[in-house]
T-cell receptor
Framework: SAVISQKPSRDICQRGTSLTIQCQVDSQVTMMFWYRQQPGQSLTLIATANQGSEATYESGFVIDKFPISRPNLTFSTLTVSNMSPEDSSIYLC??????????FGPGTRLLVL | SQQGEEDPQALSIQEGENATMNCSYKTSINNLQWYRQNSGRGLVHLILIRSNEREKHSGRLRVTLDTSKKSSSLLITASRAADTASYFCATDKSWWSDKLIFGTGTRLQVFP
C-alpha cells in the first residue's frame, strides 16, 4: 500500500486568497486524483493528474480555479484560487492502488471566511 | 449527476448487531468498491466486487451486487464501536477508466 501525506492538514483562509495543497506519496505512481468533499457530503472528483501532462478536469471544475501541478511521480499540488466560503471543504488526494482501488491521503480541511 | 445513492443516510445500532447499508448506481460498471471514512479523514478501502460477482466476503464484511437492479449492499456483522464511521460505495465504470464515482454515504454509529 502507498502512504500519502498532505499539507497543510487544515487552514483558515480569507476570501479572495489562494491556497496550495501538497500531496506526497512514498512510492512512484502514474495517476493521482484530487477530490473535494463539501461538509457532510460525498466525494467529488476534481481532476486526474498524470505526470508530464496536463491534468484532466471533471465537469464543473476548471483549471483557472483549481490549477494542478504534477512535477514528478511522487508529488502533486492543488491550488484553490480566489477562494470564497463555498470552497470550504475537505480536499483529498488519492493514488491508484492495486486492482483498481485507490489509496487516500488524510485530507486538507479548508475553511474560507 | 452520476453519483450513486446510499441508504440509509444514517444508521445507529448497538454493538453486536449487524449493520446493512445499500448503494444504488446509475450506469453499467466494471466493479463496485466500499470505503470507510473516519471523522472526515482519508478513506480506507474495504472491499471490491466485480460486475461478474454476486457476493464477496472479507472478515466481518459481506458485500452483494445485483447488476440487474444496479444495487449493492454492505453487511457488517457483529458490529463494534470501532466500526463507527461513514461508509461510501464507489463505482468504476470500465476497465480502462480509473475514475471512481462515489455514493452519498451512510453514517454509521455503533453504541457500546
Amino acid at each position: 500500500s502507498a502512504v500519502i501525506s498532505q499539507k497543510p492538514s487544515r487552514d483558515i483562509c480569507q476570501r479572495g486568497t489562494s491556497l496550495t495543497i501538497q500531496c506526497q506519496v512514498d512510492s512512484q505512481v502514474t495517476m493521482m486524483f484530487w477530490y473535494r468533499q463539501q461538509p457532510g457530503q460525498s466525494l467529488t472528483l476534481i481532476a486526474t493528474a498524470n505526470q508530464g501532462s496536463e491534468a484532466t478536469y471533471e465537469s464543473g471544475f476548471v483549471i483557472d480555479k483549481f490549477p494542478i501541478s504534477r512535477p514528478n511521480l511522487t508529488f502533486s499540488t492543488l491550488t484553490v484560487s480566489n477562494m470564497s466560503p463555498e470552497d470550504s471543504s475537505i480536499y483529498l488526494c488519492s493514488v491508484e492502488g492495486r486492482e483498481e482501488t485507490q489509496y487516500f491521503g488524510p485530507g486538507t480541511r479548508l475553511l474560507v471566511l | 449527476s452520476q453519483q450513486g445513492e446510499e441508504d440509509p443516510q444514517a444508521l445507529s445500532i448497538q454493538e453486536g448487531e449487524n449493520a446493512t447499508m445499500n448503494c444504488s448506481y446509475k450506469t453499467s460498471i466494471n466493479n463496485l468498491q466500499w470505503y470507510r471514512q473516519n471523522s472526515g479523514r482519508g478513506l480506507v478501502h474495504l472491499i471490491l466486487i466485480r460486475s461478474n460477482e454476486r457476493e464477496k466476503h472479507s472478515g466481518r464484511l459481506r458485500v452483494t451486487l445485483d447488476t440487474s437492479k444496479k444495487s449493492s449492499s454492505l453487511l457488517i456483522t457483529a458490529s463494534r464501536a470501532a466500526d463507527t464511521a461513514s461508509y461510501f460505495c464507489a463505482t468504476d465504470k470500465s476497465w480502462w477508466s480509473d475514475k471512481l464515482i462515489f455514493g452519498t454515504g451512510t453514517r454509521l454509529q455503533v453504541f457500546p
